[in-house]
């Protein structure tokens, strides 16, 4: 299994503002910091937004905000939210694409063990990530001088 970039942007984003606490940032700050696309971490906001992770405000003093605390951030949730399709296999998309699948029990384990995987994930929080060393390392790439638009 692979999560994808929107996935990898997400936690990013949201451990960027989680360390952020009450301050403010914006879309072209965090985009500056990471060097990621500022359109691509547009859309990447604009869905934790909608799922209720972010708090974007508009306006000359607006910007971006955890809307939750990083202790009801559930990492398998946040990865469910993101991620397109989780399918570990093909057929447990499409079932017609294989000929063994009313025989096969490939699709049911796999199944089984993607569904491990988040309850394994789920143990643990946003907070959780935010250990001193990685709360240092963002604090050293705000220090770092971006020309941020």
Known sequence: MHLTRFTDYSLRVLMYLADAGDERTTIAEIAA????????????VQELSRLGYVCAIRGKH???????????IRLGALIQDTEH????????????????????RFNSIASEALQAFLKSLDNYTLADLMVPDCRTRLREMKRINVHVE
């Open 33 to 44: 910091r990471f060097s990621v696309s500022r359109n691509h971490l547009m859309k990447v």
């Open 85 to 104: 399709s989780l399918a570990l296999v093909e057929c447990s998309v499409d079932e017609d694409n294989c000929h063994l699948s009313p025989a096969c």
């Open 62 to 72: 607006g910007g971006l905000s955890l809307k939750r605390a990083p202790e009801s």
